[in-house]
T-cell receptor
Framework: DTGVSQDPRHKITKRGQNVTFRCDPI?????LYWYRQTLGQGPEFLTY????????KSRLLSDRFSAERPKGSFSTLEIQRTEQGDSAMYLC????????????FGPGTRLLVL | AQSVTQLDSHVSVSEGTPVLLRCNYS??????LFWYVQHPNKGLQLLLK??????LVKGINGFEAEFKKSETSFHLTKPSAHMSDAAEYFC???????????FGTGTRLLVSP
């Protein structure tokens, strides 16, 4: 399968714990995106990478959230001191450079904070 | 600011009848518009996209959408619904110069036998 992959697919954690999610984009895609989707809503943009550079962050991305893409390939999204309001589906997408319009999405990581 | 309004949270049709999912957008510029579908426990899949070429866009699985600038609409249609079309559908806008996609709240399509 050469699509976008995410790991883990599901995560249950207790409030106050830290969690980290991983995203592996399609191999030739240099642009990577994180979105968050809560129940009954459409996905909302969190952050965007071009290669290893994080070029845009949403105001939704509080200081408890940090994302990295150290070698311009896979990316990680860490949430520190989780809160119940962080419970959501976290989606990763990737696309080609300037000539590519379509963002391809992974299956998501569903987070439940107890 | 760019935004999308999906006018129906749920649409119910019978198998074999036409499908219409409505979407209106707001954008200061000539946007790119998309429809994505989300089946349970599966990732978002692109159905079709409009990027300032032909206003009638054909997508996968028999879906199509028409860009109407005067009405700021991008409604999704299919002549004949199939049971496998039951899913959540999202209308999405992206303005030139912006990276992020802005999603509507989604329309759940229910298809009955």
């Amino acid at each position: 399968d050469t699509g976008v992959s995410q790991d883990p697919r599901h995560k249950i954690t207790k409030r106050g714990q830290n969690v980290t999610f991983r995203c592996d984009p399609i191999s030739e895609h240099n642009r990577l995106y994180w979105y968050r989707q809560t129940l009954g809503q459409g996905p909302e943009f969190l952050t965007y990478f071009q290669n290893e550079a994080q070029l845009e962050k949403s105001r939704l991305l509080s200081d408890r959230f940090s994302a990295e893409r150290p070698k311009g390939s896979f990316s990680t999204l860490e949430i520190q001191r989780t809160e119940q309001g962080d419970s959501a589906m976290y989606l990763c997408a990737s696309r080609m450079g300037a000539s590519g319009e379509t963002q391809y999405f992974g299956p998501g990581t569903r987070l439940l904070v107890l | 600011a760019q935004s999308v309004t999906q006018l129906d949270s749920h649409v119910s049709v019978s198998e074999g009848t036409p499908v219409l999912l409505r979407c209106n957008y707001s954008s200061s510029y000539s946007p790119s518009l998309f429809w994505y579908v989300q089946h349970p426990n599966k990732g978002l899949q692109l159905l079709l996209k409009y990027t300032s070429a032909a206003t009638l866009v054909k997508g996968i699985n028999g879906f199509e959408a028409e860009f109407k600038k005067s009405e700021t609409s991008f409604h999704l249609t299919k002549p004949s619904a199939h049971m496998s079309d039951a899913a959540e559908y999202f209308c999405v806008v992206r303005e030139p110069g912006f990276q992020k996609l802005v999603f509507g709240t989604g329309t759940r399509l229910l298809v009955s036998p």
